[in-house]
């Protein structure tokens, strides 16, 4: 049968459920629900020029491709593709149609460098090489038995330091706001990002559906969040958004505390797997995980193509 790309229907439930439905087999390891996918698609700005694209055959989902401008940093010109195919229809061409549709989307919104995630395998690296992409840094995907493996015990805390949860902020996230804005900036990427938008963070980040409130857990000192970890979950599993702590504070273990205790509480919330992502070159954050009991399940090859 012909394989056919075009751009998502965000109001037609076959088309979010089919994207969900390719990414989870191709990338199990990243939580994403119709819901969320529906959400970013309303909600990212303007000027990212957001395209989700699905390779469709005999009426299937088949292949998905996530494609926008990276439109938080202050570099411009920098835009982001990453492709994936349902694992038992690879080799029948789309994956390329995808990648062709999504570089002529970019160029023609004037990026200039295409950064693209590629799963650490020899077909997918093979893949990304031949259309002129370069591999450059990588990051694991860690995953944690939380039914038979086993937590740290929780620590006490230190004098002048409580753990709250995002929910505690629902009536002003802002400090919550500013806390991210400064761990991402600090995070390893390509890419620089900044959050100056609070307005737009509330809309993209805050109300995002896989966001748990509950589970997310923030340390704070004097008042204010010093360190966070942020928990997604998709009602059977759990993911760890973001774990971070600002720079004042580092070094007192305090990212530390804060996610195992959300651990703790996601599997007494009855959550049996716990996912999480983390660069190579992070070794702070790769020792906590370490010592929280992730092990590495694959990884995956940040890629970068030139253009012009």
């Not at 923030?218 to 759990?238: C, E, N, Q």
Request: aromatic share 8%; charged share 25%; proline share 6%.
């Amino acid at each position: 049968m012909t394989i056919t790309v075009r751009e998502l229907r965000p109001e037609v439930r076959a088309d979010l459920e089919g994207f969900v439905r390719v990414r989870h087999h191709a990338l199990p390891f990243l939580l994403m629900s119709p819901e969320s996918l529906a959400h970013d698609l309303t909600h990212m700005r303007p000027e990212a020029q957001y395209r989700p694209l699905v390779a469709v055959e005999d009426g299937e989902v088949i292949g998905t491709a996530q494609v926008h401008l990276a439109h938080d940093s202050p570099e411009p010109g920098q835009g982001n593709v990453n492709v994936y195919v349902h694992p038992e229809r690879t080799g029948r061409g789309a994956g390329s149609l995808l990648v062709r549709a999504a570089e002529e989307h970019l160029a023609a919104n004037d990026a200039t460098r295409l950064f693209s995630w590629v799963l650490d395998e020899p077909a997918n690296r093979a893949f990304a090489e031949r259309r002129g992409y370069k591999g450059a840094r990588s990051a694991h995907f860690l995953r944690l038995d939380l039914a038979d493996g086993t937590l740290p015990p929780l620590q006490d805390l230190p004098p002048g330091v409580e753990l709250r949860t995002a929910a505690d902020f629902a009536d002003d996230p802002r400090p919550l706001f500013e806390l991210d804005a400064e761990t991402a900036s600090d995070e390893p990427s390509d890419i620089d990002t900044e959050f100056t938008d609070y307005e737009a963070w509330i809309e993209e980040t805050w109300k995002r559906p896989l966001l748990d409130l509950d589970l997310t857990t923030v340390a704070v000192v004097g008042g204010r969040p010093a360190a966070f970890s942020v928990a997604y979950t998709d009602g059977t599993r759990y993911g760890t958004a973001m774990t971070g702590t600002a720079r004042a504070h580092r070094g007192r273990g305090l990212a530390k505390l804060a996610k195992n205790a959300s651990l703790h509480r996601a599997r007494a919330a009855g959550y049996t797997e716990a996912f999480t992502g983390n660069d190579t070159g992070n070794g702070p954050m790769l020792a906590i995980n370490k010592w929280l009991g992730y092990e590495i399940c694959a990884t995956e090859v940040r890629y970068v193509r030139e253009l012009g």
